[in-house]
């Protein structure tokens, strides 16, 4: 398994209402929920004029910033900037990517196909949508003890198997569930990222888990909705949840627009 760097991390979700426009003291206050939680929203108290001056600070803050972002146009190839832009885009075709869409994306890690992959992933809000688009968390615990009542077989199979799952070049072999810690699950799942030279069996394993979430999980008690308004942001081990996406109403390119990077932990 790759390195994660993780604390002890008992919470799922809090919310932190920052009460300054000093990214300074606003990214104390997010490490310290981070240091406890799996997921952290931050709900602004004050207007902040420059956005991406004030998360690329908060950012800086919490460890290593990666560039993430990747060139939809060019397949998905690393770009070498910090933050990538998921947007609503009225010109592209509707199935063809989560990130200009207005669908609901299925549950998975953001990372599974990065060999050095972020541990904490990072989303401020640009523009809402009216309705809708809203985050949706499953803690990893939870979607575990659910497993082991509806289909524990299928849990051992994750556990036991790693698959490849690669991108634009980009590579990584992990389990799917990886419990060599059991109170602390570890995932790593993109349905549609899974290697195309992976193996039949592997490819159906990965499809059985894409048919669990979406028949056992999505829309259920497990999913836990975070919106966020203008400015505001939320922050979550990636490895430690599973995460999704409601759909939302738009018409207009960028009606809903979020900027999103990640971060290497670093205490
Ligand atoms: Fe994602």
New binding site residues.
Partial sequence: MAQISKPELNGFIEVVESRSDDPEKVAIQIKQALKKNKVVKLTLGFHVENLREFYNVITDRLGRAQDIAEDYAAGGAQTGERWMEIRYDADVPDMSAYRHSKNA?PL???ESYIAEPCDV?VFYCKNKAARGGETLFVDGVELVERMKVVDPELLSELSETSVIFEKAGNKRIEKIIDLENPLQPVFNYNYYCISPNESDANKSLNRRFFEFLETHVKGSYLEHAVGLRPGESVYWWDHFVV???NPFEAYDTNDRFIWKTGVIWND
Avoid: L, Y
């Fill in positions: 994306q998975h890690t953001d992933m995460h999704g996406r």
